[in-house]
């Protein structure tokens, strides 16, 4: 599987996506449209949205922790299904804004708008967009997070001290497939995600030193452009 095709994976799943390395020991494949495992048991399907009081508590929780969530950063430990490992920087800014900073030698950053979701190469000078209504970052970062009435709920569950919730948007028009992996104590935060290719290969991100961020930088959240300083040079 190439790279590129990974970090979509990590990070348009992503849902965020949200999309594997953005690296590949400097290979450079050229960009491919994410592919998204949108296979689901008809088990799964019905007894997804079947719920018990316990599990509907839990994704109300989960819900009212993305509709609280303000701008955030922190630094992302990325794995992918062949055991490459990438870290960095992200930043969160609702609704539907994000930025994930690989570290070097990697010279890719993903950065949404709130528009659209685009993954910037200034290695070769490149830029690829997708709708981020496309992703599955759609449902979480959106100015009403409500995972009942968008959300195909996959797997609700919890343990002494994480909560794990599967989901799929209900759009047909917006593929995707991303576990979440929250903390329960002191109070629900995410901690990583996993998501799965049409292949079945699992990309793991894991969230490190996580937390509130004040007056970011609208800047952060604007896509360079990075065809243009191709042809500028």
């Keep these: ?49 079947e719920f018990d009081a316990k599990q ?9 922790y993305f509709n609280q969530m303000g701008d955030m950063k922190g630094n992302f430990h990325q794995v992918t299904a062949d055991n490459k490992r990438l870290r960095g920087k992200f930043y969160i800014k609702r609704p539907g804004q994000f930025r994930f900073e690989y570290n070097l030698p990697s010279k890719q950053i993903i950065v949404s708008d709130g528009k659209y979701l685009i993954i910037e ?31 195909r709920i996959l797997e609700v569950g919890e343990t002494d001290d994480r909560i794990v919730l599967a989901l799929q948007d209900k759009s047909p028009d917006t593929p995707g497939r991303i576990k979440l992996f929250l903390l329960k104590k ?7 995600w996993i998501t799965t290719d049409a292949q079945g290969m699992d990309t793991r991100v894991e969230l490190q030193d996580f937390g509130k961020a004040e007056n970011l930088d609208p800047k952060l ?11 500028q040079q």
């Design 56 to 64: 509907m508590e839990i994704i109300q929780r989960v819900t009212a």
């Design 1 to 49: 599987m190439h790279a590129r095709h990974s970090v979509h994976l990590a990070l348009v799943a992503a849902a965020a996506a949200l999309a594997g390395t953005a690296l590949a020991q400097g290979a450079k494949a050229p960009l491919q449209a994410p592919s998204w495992n949108q296979t689901v048991t008809k088990e799964a399907e019905v007894a997804g949205q």
């Design 186 to 192: 002191p109070a629900v935060e995410l901690k990583e």
């Design 121 to 151: 190469d200034h290695d070769l000078k490149t830029d690829t967009r997708w709708g981020l209504d496309q992703t599955p970052f759609r449902v979480l970062l959106r100015k009403d997070v409500d995972l009942v009435r968008d959300a």
């Design 221 to 231: 959240f604007v896509p360079s452009s990075v065809t243009l300083q191709k042809f």
